[in-house]
């Protein structure tokens, strides 16, 4: 996976877990080769992430992006409440980590989905705590990213409370 060639991972993936269904890392691994490089978590991805974090998986960074790839399918599929709790219980499990870009991301897509679900405070809560964490890091695609949807944020609290959207 890491060297470039995710079908001959996906394809030892799938043997080793023939042998050991119960692999709680190997489904995460088979969930992160099924959703690299794609825009959108397919069923199949959020299904091999579902079964990692039921398995039982103790890494805390793995368990916080097993749920990331579960809540963006959630996301992408319209549950948007089920996506907050994955969001959520991948933020839990991030706090420990010194990983700024996951939790950055984690709630950013956590913004996203209180936002869609029309709860604009704590929607404005975890798109500024993505974009303080990613000030550290530098990412300047993230930052553009995560402006954007504080800009939507914006617009919607204000077109919500009876205030005119702001002008960009």
Do not use: C, W
């Not at 050991?20 to 091999?48: W, Y």
């Not at 805390?60 to 599929?77: C, D, I, K, M």
């Not at 959520?88 to 996203?112: F, I, V």
């Not at 990613?134 to 617009?155: F, K, P």
Request: net charge positive.
């Amino acid at each position: 996976r890491y060297s470039g060639m995710p079908h001959t991972a996906k394809r030892e993936l799938n043997q080793f877990l023939n042998s050991n269904p119960n692999s709680a890392e190997a489904n995460l691994q088979l969930a992160l080769v099924r959703s690299q490089n794609k825009r959108n978590v397919s069923k199949s991805a959020a299904d091999a992430a579902s079964r990692a974090l039921a398995l039982g998986l103790s890494e805390p960074g793995q368990v916080a992006v097993a749920s990331q790839l579960v809540g963006h399918y959630n996301l992408e599929a319209g549950q948007v409440s089920m996506a907050i709790e994955q969001f959520s219980t991948g933020l839990a499990a991030a706090k420990s980590s010194e990983q700024p870009t996951l939790k950055a991301q984690l709630h950013y897509l956590r913004a996203m989905a209180y936002r869609r679900n029309q709860q604009y405070d704590p929607a404005l809560a975890d798109i500024q705590q993505a974009i303080e964490l990613t000030r550290v890091s530098g990412d300047g695609q993230a930052m553009t990213r995560y402006e954007a949807e504080l800009a939507a944020i914006n617009h919607h609290a204000g077109r919500k409370s009876g205030f005119p959207p702001q002008q960009g």
